[in-house]
């Protein structure tokens, strides 16, 4: 077996939600550079526009798509447009996902004097209607867009699929217990449904990545007037023992591994990229 060719992608159907975002976009550009075909979907059109022309400008094929990940009709038609366009899917990235600050708690810990006060956001008063958006936009969107672009891989008899998690899954995060929840709960389909397509000829695997520099999380982490870490940002980093925030393309090189028949017997794994995160403790 040449290990190099079992790597190559070129020619290969790739779908990715979420492809909009910062993570995703970044794995689309640098799927498309090898020669996959890029389905770039997000709920936003034009960002997903920018992403294509972005993979398009490395030489790359791209085709860019609205899509709210949380209605499967509107998913169907995307598979469908995207079959007839290219003939088959190979691939699929399941990256929608993202969190409300309105399903977020005020306070790392849960005091007496917090209970009674309205203006602390604790977990008593957290909003129902953005906990269950953080959780449908995470796990739910993952379990539709599987429903149907799963459905397709299997009929083909091929496919590999890489869903996101997050470290945040099997440590929760304080002050995100939605988001925690819905990441846990993709990384327990990922090996569910490993288990479930294992003889189709579908593989499933999912990456747990962990603080990664976007520009959403630089706003939160980043004092903008000083361009100082927040004292929540200087406790991740301490607790990474690489000391440092990932980078986008640090996801790459694991992307295009599961993705690729150089992982041909690598089914129901979840992948941390945390920098070792989830790894360290005192």
């Not at 190559?8 to 550079?33: E, F, R, W, Y």
């Not at 990235?93 to 309205?118: K, Q, R, V, W, Y």
């Not at 959780?135 to 149907?148: A, C, D, R």
């Amino acid at each position: 077996m040449d290990i190099m060719s079992s790597f190559k992608l070129k020619g290969k159907v790739c779908v990715i939600t979420g492809a909009g975002g910062a993570l995703c976009s970044n794995m689309a550009i640098g799927l498309g550079s090898l020669g996959v075909k890029i389905a770039v979907l997000d709920i936003n059109l034009e960002t997903a526009k920018q992403t294509a022309a972005e993979i398009q400008k490395v030489g790359g094929q791209a085709k860019a798509k609205a899509c709210n990940e949380l209605e499967k009709e509107q998913i169907s038609d995307c598979c469908s447009e995207i079959k007839a366009k290219w003939g088959s899917i190979d691939l699929l990235i399941t990256g929608a996902g993202g969190n409300d600050p309105g399903s977020t708690t005020e306070n790392e810990f849960l005091e007496s004097e917090h209970i009674d006060a309205p203006q602390n956001q604790s977990l008593f008063n957290l909003g129902f209607n953005e906990f269950s958006q953080v959780f449908s936009l995470n796990f739910l969107s993952t379990f539709l867009t599987i429903q149907v672009f799963g459905e397709a891989m299997v009929k083909q008899k091929h496919g590999s699929i890489v869903t996101i998690s997050s470290m945040s899954a099997d440590i929760p995060l304080t002050k995100v217990p939605a988001y925690s929840a819905a990441k846990a709960a993709v990384s327990n389909f990922t090996r569910w449904l490993a288990v479930y397509f294992s003889r189709t000829g579908v593989r499933v695997n999912g990456i747990a990545p962990g603080f990664f520099m976007t520009e959403q999380l630089r706003f939160l982490h980043v004092d903008p007037q000083t361009g100082e870490l927040s004292d929540r940002a200087q406790k991740v980093i301490a607790h990474t023992p690489l000391g440092r925030y990932g980078e986008p393309e640090d996801l790459l090189g694991t992307v295009i591994w599961l993705l690729s028949d150089a992982s041909r017997f690598v089914t129901g794994a979840v992948i941390p990229i945390d920098g070792g995160f989830s790894s360290y403790s005192i």
